[in-house]
Structure formats: C-alpha cells, structure tokens
C-alpha cells in the first residue's frame, strides 16, 4: 500500500494540510496563553494532521513544552480553541477529559517513571488501571511493549538503574502500553548519546507507521526532528514563525528561521543580552555597582 | 517616607491576597481528594500501603518518645506530689496529662516530623520528575491516586498513634514511679481507674488526634502538592509543613481543649 506520505499533494505542506481540515487530529485556533506578566502564546493557529509526525521546533523557553500541556488539558489558554480529535478540549469536564487522556501518550523530557515501580510495574500501570484484564494477559502486554523498544530483558529492573535512554524507552513502552492514537514526544532527544538518539528517531518513526499514530514532537534538535517528521513549525516570540514540511523549512526566505536551523550565533537573535553601551560601560564601576557605594 | 507606607500597605494587601489564594487552592486540592476514591480493591491496597508507611514506620519514634516522657511525668510529678503528701496520686496525673493532652499533641508533632515531612517530600519529588504529570496524561487523577490514600491513612494512623504514645508513656511513668521510686503500685492504677472517664478523657483524646490527624496530613500533601518543583522548593515545602503542621496543632489544642474541657 502506498504511504500517504509518498502522495506528490502531501509534500506541498500546509496548503494541503489546510486544505484536509477534516484529517487534522489536533487544531489550535488563535490560542493565546499567559503566564504571570508573561505572553507566552499570542494568536497561534495551528493544525495538526492525523497519522502523522509533526514537529514543533523552536529556541527553549519559548513554549514547546506548555504547547504540549495545553494541548493535553493539563493548562487552559486565556483565550482561542484548541480541539483534539473534535473534542474542545479546554471545554471538556473532568471525566471527559480524563476519558480523552487514555487515547493519549505523552513521552516526558525525563521519563517520569514511577520510581517505586520496576520497569515491568511500570509498564503495567496504565494497563492495571484502565483495564480488567488479568494479570497473565497483562504480562503478555508488557512484554510485547517491552520488546517493541528492545528491553524486554530490562523487566526487572528499577528505574534508578537505567540508563537515560533506557528510561526513555521505558517511558516509551509505557506510553503506548494502551495503544493510543496520539503521542506526543516532550524533548525525546534532549541530552542523548548518538546511538540511544538514533534508537528513539528510530522508535518514533516504527511506531508511528506500525500503530498509525498522530505524533507530536517537541524539540530543538534540528536534523533529527526534520528527518522523521511529515511537518515541523518553528515557534517564537508567542507565535509561529515558519511552518510546512521539512523541505520547505530549510528553504524558508524567514532570516530567523534560518537562524534557528543552521544554529548562527548571531542574526535576528542577537548573541548578546541587552546591555549598555560598551563605551560607557568600560573602564569602571558604576556609582550603583561600588561594593558599599 | 509617604511611598515606604504604601509599599508597607500594599505588601500586606499583597500577601493577605496570596495567603487567601492559598486558602482557596488547598480547599479546592482537599475536595478533589475526598470526592473521588479509587476502585475498592486498589483503593485499600493502597490504602494498607499509606498506613503501613505513615503509621506503622513513626511506630518507633512514638513509642520511645511516649516511655520516655511518661518517666519524665512520672519524676516530675513525685518531686511535686510528695511535697504535699500526695504521691499517690501520681497515677491519675501522668494519665489525665497524656490521654487529654500531651498524648494527642506530642504524637501529632512527631507525625508532622517524620511522617509529614516524608510525605512532602515525596509528593514534592514525585512533582519535580513529572510523575504526578505524567499520571494525569494517562488518564489517572493523581488527587485520587496518591494524595486521597496518605490523606485517610493519616487520619486513621494519628488517633492510634496516640492511645500508644499514652499507653507506653502510662506503663513508663509506672516503671519510674512504682518500680523505682516506690509508690503503692495499687494506688498507682486505682487512681488512675478512679478519676479517667471513657467517654470525656479518651474520647475527647482521640477527637483531637482524629482532628491533628487531619490537619496535619491535608498540610503535608498539599506542601507537595503545591510546592515549586525544584529543590529549593522542596526543601521550602518540607519546611513549611513541619512548621504549619505544628502551630496549627498547637493552637487547634488550645481551642479543642477550651470547648471539651472548659467550664465557661
């Protein structure tokens, strides 16, 4: 069978993408969000597409994560629509939206294994608690979870003694240990050795052709997210600075998207954090800045 | 000076705003708590779990904090007592002052040290690595989960606790009131049988240690719950519950007492 993503209309990006709105898993609609003082969303219109990988770029702090949460009903936006698989999401009561939740996964940056679990239990949780199965069907599960991301021998372990991409897997297994139909990935990358990078670039892909996932990836590791995902955007400043499939991210006429792919110092962001001028900054203390002054 | 005073004024206001919020956010946390218990299988195996590491594990530090405060009674009261010729009455004292007070209110103050110490921070912990965020996203309510067990563990644990802090202070003050400094054994648990009454000294006791029971546990999940995820603001949280917890209990005592015992 044909990939939907080998379709010559699918790589024209988001002009097809807008133009299935009714395949779109997850759409976001002028959502703005605050934090404090702080706008951290300020109109983003987003949609996401059904069965596929979509990554969400963009420099830290400016949202990725809270995206995520927003998404997941974890956080309300002050204003705009946020619907997944139909449902409106901020508007969802306390039992839908847990009802939601089970057909989601999210990946966490750290793993968020459960540290008084084994990697077995751990697996086993999602599953103990939302299903009536009994316990030889459950361990059938965890093992075939486990064995889809290679640690089916890791059963018995305890998170303390994984290693970091270890938890991830784990994490992993546990996420999809009730097969949902949307995962999304909070920094699955962050702070990994190549070989256990190239293990999670690997699942992630698997899993979303295997499963026929919607996949949502958050990170700021540029040539991996691009090379496994349908779609990427590139979030600044509270909005959306650049969007459309990998391709045409890297031929984007926008400086500070091009800024942010090829990692320049210097450009629409500058390297350095506001200050004073240098030539009056040189050459002494400030009257304010004198120990004791 | 006009400027100073303002900002004075409106960092009370400030802060009355925040204690409120506060207020309001641990009122809204302790109904979600309360509201949903988990299945009847898994809520009492969790359940036996929380009581088990609340209870059972602050068995050691109430027991010997009870034997050794009940000696303590117990030589402090004959010193005074046998001024007056009085000593025989030495049994009814140590027990009236642990069942009424010193029961419930050491108990409480050692369980908001160990236990609810222990349960900030890990609920605290549990926040910081994203496991209370990473259940929600699986469709589990964490209030229900973890917070509603260690709640009516420790609201089960502390009145128990406390009839065994006052039992072992009661058996101690005998060792060194009787054993050692010799007064009449029969007078010692005659007495004590003669002026305790069930219904207002032992009861009235496990009422206040049912109501520091709660508190003290609803302080300490909530500092978890609520605390800034990092350890800094773990360490800020664990804190705040030993001290919260205890001045509440102390001055939750004074008007327990003043309504159960007062005669006004």
């Not at chain 1, 080998?6 to 133009?19: E, I, T």
């Not at chain 2, 648990?189 to 207002?200: E, L, P, R």
């Amino acid at each position: 069978m044909r990939d939907r993503c080998d379709h010559p209309g699918w790589r024209r990006g988001r002009s097809l993408v807008a133009d299935m709105s009714d395949r779109s898993y997850i759409s976001l609609d002028n959502v703005v969000f605050t934090r404090g003082q702080r706008r951290i969303f300020d109109g983003v219109t987003l949609s996401i597409p059904r069965g596929r990988i979509t990554a969400i770029m963009g420099p830290s702090g400016t949202g990725k994560t809270t995206l995520l949460r927003l998404i997941g009903g974890q956080l309300k936006p002050d204003s705009g629509s946020i619907r997944v698989d139909g449902n409106d999401v901020p508007g969802l009561g306390r039992k839908a939206l847990y009802t939601l939740r089970e057909r989601m996964g999210m990946l966490f940056q750290s793993g968020a294994l459960f540290t008084d679990l084994s990697v077995f239990e751990n697996v086993a949780f999602p599953l103990r608690v939302h299903t009536p199965l009994p316990d030889d069907m459950i361990r059938d599960i965890v093992l075939m979870k486990l064995e889809a991301v290679g640690l089916r021998g890791a059963r018995d372990l305890m998170p303390a003694e994984l290693s970091g991409g270890m938890t991830r897997r784990v994490a992993l297994a546990r996420t999809i240990a009730l097969d949902p139909e949307l995962i999304m990935y909070d920094e699955p990358f962050a702070g990994q050795d190549p070989i256990a990078m190239g293990v999670l670039v690997k699942l992630i892909r698997e899993l979303n052709t295997t499963m026929g996932l919607t996949s949502v990836l958050v990170s700021h590791d540029v040539p991996e997210s691009l090379s496994i995902a349908h779609y990427a955007c590139i979030i600044a400043d509270g909005r959306i600075i650049g969007e459309g499939t990998p391709d045409e991210l890297r031929n984007h006429p926008s400086e500070r998207v091009q800024q942010f792919l090829h990692g320049q110092p210097d450009g629409p962001v500058p390297f350095h954090y506001p200050a004073p001028d240098p030539d009056s900054d040189w050459g002494g203390l400030a009257p304010e800045e004198v120990p004791g002054g | 000076m006009a400027n100073g005073l303002m900002d004075r004024i409106a960092g009370l206001g400030r802060g009355g705003l925040e204690t409120l919020a506060s207020l309001g956010r641990a009122s809204i946390f302790l109904w979600g708590a309360l509201v949903g218990v988990p299945k009847p299988g898994v809520g009492l195996r969790l359940l036996l779990a929380q009581i088990y590491a609340i209870g059972v594990l602050s068995l050691a530090i109430v027991v010997v904090s009870g034997l050794f405060i009940g000696m303590v009674l117990a030589l402090q009261g004959y010193t005074i007592l046998s001024d007056f010729g009085s000593e025989s009455a030495i049994g009814q004292m140590i027990a009236l002052t642990l069942l009424r007070e010193l029961g419930p209110v050491v108990t409480a103050l050692l369980f908001a040290g160990r236990a609810g110490s222990a349960l900030t921070a890990e609920i605290g912990l549990m926040k910081t690595t994203e496991q209370l965020s990473s259940m929600e996203m699986m469709g589990v309510d964490p209030l229900r989960r973890v917070i509603a067990p260690r709640l009516l563990a420790g609201f089960i644990s502390m009145p128990v606790l406390a009839l065994i802090f006052s039992v072992v202070g009661i058996w101690g003050g005998m060792l060194v009131g009787v054993e050692w400094l010799g007064v009449f054994e029969g007078s010692y648990w005659g007495n004590m049988q003669a002026s305790v009454t069930f219904s207002k000294d032992v009861i009235n006791g496990i009422i206040k240690s049912l109501v520091f029971g709660f508190v003290c546990t609803w302080i300490a999940v909530y500092q978890g719950y609520d605390c800034v995820p990092t350890s800094a603001g773990i360490s800020s949280a664990t804190t705040k519950t030993v001290v919260y917890s205890s001045l509440a209990v102390l001055g939750l005592d004074f008007v327990l007492t003043a309504v159960m015992f007062g005669s006004f």
